[in-house]
């Protein structure tokens, strides 16, 4: 099984909503990340967990807020987000941090819009 | 700083053709390339991979080359079909960020006419 699922597909929220974004993986991936994609723009990485630590925050806005309950999920929170928030968002997990040879496996994304 | 550009931004060809996608690097000092194709408002898909000790990576009608001397790499498709219409992004695995972060292109996107 080399896939990565992300629900929801698609998520339309207003401003005051709190929202949760999830990834699974089971691949025995010890690294996870989460990215943002603007349309026609590269991804941008926000938040990587090895070993169901975060080992990396990009400067990303507290109203974003990860989570890894164990080695197979990884959640983002949303709370109080903007309209400018409204992107792709990627989920992307592989199997070693810091190996030569990591690699990366994307889910599809859940599509976000913020009113 | 590592930067990652992709030449062309777009490319629209015949099918059959074959073509070559550019992408260049500023900073040899990576541990691999990777070539992944996003469809719109869809994930990436990885294509090739190449370890910074490998020339060449195939996978059937793709190749990717790297040149890490000149921060170069090229993939090359054959035979080119409207399916392969999407857009290619060319990410780079830097030495300088442990191996942890993944530096991408602008991508470019690629449309094949029947």
């Known amino acids: 099984d080399t896939e990565v699922t992300q629900t929801p597909k698609h998520l339309v929220m207003g401003m005051t909503n709190k929202k949760s974004l999830k990834c699974e993986q089971h691949m025995g991936h010890r690294a996870m990340y989460w990215y943002k994609q603007k349309a026609k723009k590269p991804p941008e990485l926000m938040f990587v967990y090895s070993y169901e630590k975060l080992s990396i925050n990009e400067s990303v806005p507290s109203r974003f807020s990860p989570e890894c309950p164990n080695s197979s999920l990884l959640n983002l929170h949303l709370h109080a987000l903007q309209p400018e928030d409204s992107a792709l968002y990627l989920c992307?997990?592989?199997?070693?941090?810091?190996?030569?040879?990591?690699?990366?496996?994307f889910g599809p994304g859940t599509r976000l819009l913020v009113l | 700083k590592q930067e990652v550009t992709q030449i062309p931004a777009a490319l629209s060809v015949p099918e059959g053709e074959n073509l070559v996608l550019n992408c260049s690097f500023t900073d040899s000092a990576i541990y691999n390339l990777q070539w992944f194709r996003q469809d719109p408002g869809k994930g990436l898909t990885s294509l090739l991979l190449?370890?910074?000790?490998?020339r060449e990576q195939t996978s059937g009608r793709l190749n990717a080359s790297l040149d890490k001397s000149s921060g170069r790499s090229t993939l090359y498709i054959a035979a080119s079909q409207p399916g392969d219409s999407a857009t290619y992004l060319c990410a780079v695995r830097p030495v300088e960020t442990s191996g942890s972060r993944l530096t991408f292109g602008e991508g470019t996107q690629l449309t094949v006419n029947p």
């Open positions: 992307a997990s592989g199997p070693n941090l810091q190996g030569r040879r990591e690699t990366q496996y």
């Open positions: 190449i370890q910074s000790s490998q």
